[in-house]
């Protein structure tokens, strides 16, 4: 292993109580070799297999046992190790820990870092063969890899519970290559300037009343930060009805679709990656009154006119770009991605059945699939859009890495590491969704 990845990295390596916990101590090891700060947390359990002195020796830091053992009163220990952390990584992970880390239990110290901590978290369990298969720690595994917790998938092989199968932790190289990796990714975007737009356009009748969509922006905003997270320059365009704005990315908040082309238009040109995952309104209201309109006895008409595709004018006027435009559908999921696709130029098409359970406008999660010019490139279950997020910019900065020419040099800054209107009463608005 190189030592330059790891340098100066802070690792919170866990290990809790299973018969694999000797082989822990070696991967402490390869670790602190490589040049990675080393702070071990043991459980109850686990210094039943091996000696916390052991640890101490390899990591040459206290080992933390217990929540409560508070050496530095300056500090909360738990508090202190999750802010630090660059990376946990749980090793052996027992089908305890894993309950816990996906219900949110909190009762020792591993479990309250590692519910404290923000740092990514990669976990290389292993137990008996039916304890690994049982349904309950399939569906914890399942869940915490929608929470983006990354795994090194146990070996198979005869276990120490007398059993072949699979359960068997992962040898200590393989985990330190998967810990390794993680940190590498991270600068895999430096030195591109990535623009992503995100949330529902604003479409005005008059001002207080407008046309707008269900989007929340969560989607957009997950992307920014996954791009931000893997070294890029990130610049957000959202419309102003998206929630909490991510640091560490530039933000330009716009109202309208023409806002919105403006503000991409400008900053075109410089970008390395365009990331369309605003719900952009396809049609808007040809007169926009500088008066609240009054009700009539009669019937209100308001005529609609279509908007710019920003998309579209984006495919026209790619050079180099990576363009990636999403695509909100309710049927015929393939046939619209690939048209889109084709029409609008773009490099990837994300496209979402917002009609499926899981996925679409507002929520948390997201289950989408990848058109490229060969058609399904990738295919995800629902997954939170944080994950989806990273799964994307990961893939992006593969494709643009494949890709014949130079990649750009880092930067000396960049990182590593309801629908409807509110208008005359009884009136529905809705976006025609045909973009
Ligand atoms: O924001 P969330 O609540 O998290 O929800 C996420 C999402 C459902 C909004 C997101 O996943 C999504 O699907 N975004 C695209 C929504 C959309 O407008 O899809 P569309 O199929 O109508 O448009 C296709 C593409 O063209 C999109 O990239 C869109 O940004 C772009 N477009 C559309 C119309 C227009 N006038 N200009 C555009 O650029």
């Given at each position: 292993?190189?030592?330059?990845?790891?340098?100066?990295?802070?690792?919170?390596?866990?290990?809790?109580?299973?018969?694999?916990?000797?082989?822990?101590?070696?991967?402490?090891?390869?670790?602190?070799?490589?040049?990675?700060?080393?702070?071990?947390?043991?459980?109850?359990?686990?210094?039943?297999?091996?000696?916390?002195?052991?640890?101490?020796?390899?990591?040459?830091?206290?080992?933390?046992?217990?929540?409560?053992?508070?050496?530095?009163?300056?500090?909360?220990?738990?508090?202190?190790?999750?802010?630090?952390?660059?990376?946990?990584?749980?090793?052996?992970?027992?089908?305890?820990?894993?309950?816990?880390?996906?219900?949110?239990?909190?009762?020792?110290?591993?479990?309250?870092?590692?519910?404290?901590?923000?740092?990514?978290?990669?976990?290389?369990?292993?137990?008996?063969?039916?304890?690994?298969?049982?349904p309950a720690v399939a569906d914890n595994i399942r869940l915490l890899g929608q929470r983006g917790v990354r795994f090194v998938e146990p070996g198979t092989g005869q276990l120490a519970c007398g059993y072949v199968g699979k359960g068997r932790l992962a040898e200590p190289d393989e985990i330190a290559r998967a810990v390794e990796a993680c940190f590498e990714e991270r600068g895999s975007l430096a030195g591109r300037r990535v623009l992503v737009t995100a949330g529902g356009t604003i479409e005005r009748i008059d001002?207080?009343?407008?046309?707008?969509?269900?989007?929340?922006?969560?989607?957009?905003?997950?992307?920014?930060?996954?791009?931000?997270?893997?070294?890029?320059?990130?610049?957000?365009?959202?419309?102003?009805?998206?929630?909490?704005?991510?640091?560490?990315?530039?933000?330009?908040?716009?109202?309208?679709?023409?806002?919105?082309?403006?503000?991409?238009?400008?900053?075109?040109?410089?970008?390395?990656?365009?990331?369309?995952?605003?719900?952009?309104?396809?049609?808007?209201?040809?007169?926009?009154?500088?008066?609240?309109?009054?009700?009539?006895?009669?019937?209100?008409?308001?005529?609609?006119?279509?908007?710019?595709?920003?998309?579209?004018?984006?495919?026209?006027?790619?050079?180099?770009?990576?363009?990636?435009?999403?695509?909100?559908?309710?049927?015929?999921?393939?046939?619209?991605?690939?048209?889109?696709?084709?029409?609008?130029?773009?490099?990837?098409?994300?496209?979402?059945?917002?009609?499926?359970?899981?996925?679409?406008?507002?929520?948390?999660?997201?289950?989408?699939?990848?058109?490229?010019?060969?058609?399904?490139?990738?295919?995800?279950?629902?997954?939170?859009?944080?994950?989806?997020?990273?799964?994307?910019?990961?893939?992006?900065?593969?494709?643009?890495?494949?890709?014949?020419?130079?990649?750009?040099?880092?930067?000396?800054?960049?990182?590593?590491?309801?629908?409807?209107?509110?208008?005359?009463?009884?009136?529905?608005?809705?976006?025609?969704?045909?973009?």
């Amino acid at each position: 292993m190189t030592a330059s990845v790891l340098k100066g990295k802070t690792i919170v390596l866990g290990i809790t109580g299973g018969i694999a916990a000797y082989k822990a101590a070696a991967l402490c090891s390869r670790l602190v070799q490589a040049g990675a700060d080393v702070h071990v947390i043991m459980t109850e359990s686990a210094v039943k297999f091996i000696a916390p002195l052991t640890l101490q020796t390899l990591s040459r830091h206290h080992v933390h046992t217990d929540t409560f053992d508070e050496r530095d009163p300056s500090a909360v220990s738990h508090i202190d190790l999750a802010d630090r952390a660059d990376l946990v990584v749980i090793a052996p992970a027992t089908a305890n820990i894993l309950a816990k880390m996906a219900h949110g239990l909190a009762d020792d110290m591993l479990s309250t870092t590692v519910l404290a901590t923000t740092a990514p978290v990669l976990v290389a369990p292993a137990m008996n063969v039916h304890m690994y298969a049982h349904p309950a720690v399939a569906d914890n595994i399942r869940l915490l890899g929608q929470r983006g917790v990354r795994f090194v998938e146990p070996g198979t092989g005869q276990l120490a519970c007398g059993y072949v199968g699979k359960g068997r932790l992962a040898e200590p190289d393989e985990i330190a290559r998967a810990v390794e990796a993680c940190f590498e990714e991270r600068g895999s975007l430096a030195g591109r300037r990535v623009l992503v737009t995100a949330g529902g356009t604003i479409e005005r009748i008059d001002p207080v009343r407008y046309i707008t969509n269900d989007s929340s922006g969560k989607m957009g905003i997950a992307v920014a930060e996954a791009a931000r997270d893997l070294g890029a320059d990130v610049t957000l365009v959202a419309t102003r009805s998206v929630g909490a704005l991510p640091e560490g990315v530039r933000t330009v908040t716009v109202e309208s679709a023409a806002d919105m082309l403006e503000a991409v238009m400008d900053r075109f040109d410089e970008s390395d990656i365009v990331v369309k995952a605003a719900a952009v309104a396809d049609y808007r209201p040809v007169v926009k009154h500088d008066a609240k309109l009054k009700k009539t006895g009669g019937r209100l008409v308001i005529e609609l006119e279509k908007t710019a595709d920003i998309l579209e004018e984006a495919g026209r006027r790619k050079t180099g770009q990576f363009l990636v435009g999403f695509a909100a559908e309710t049927n015929d999921i393939a046939l619209y991605a690939m048209d889109k696709l084709r029409r609008k130029n773009c490099d990837l098409i994300v496209a979402n059945d917002v009609t499926a359970e899981g996925a679409g406008f507002n929520g948390d999660t997201n289950a989408v699939q990848l058109f490229d010019e060969g058609g399904l490139a990738a295919e995800w279950p629902v997954l939170t859009k944080r994950e989806v997020g990273l799964r994307l910019m990961r893939l992006v900065a593969e494709r643009l890495d494949a890709r014949p020419g130079k990649r750009p040099d880092a930067p000396s800054g960049a990182r590593d590491g309801a629908g409807g209107l509110a208008g005359p009463k009884g009136t529905v608005y809705g976006e025609e969704a045909d973009s």
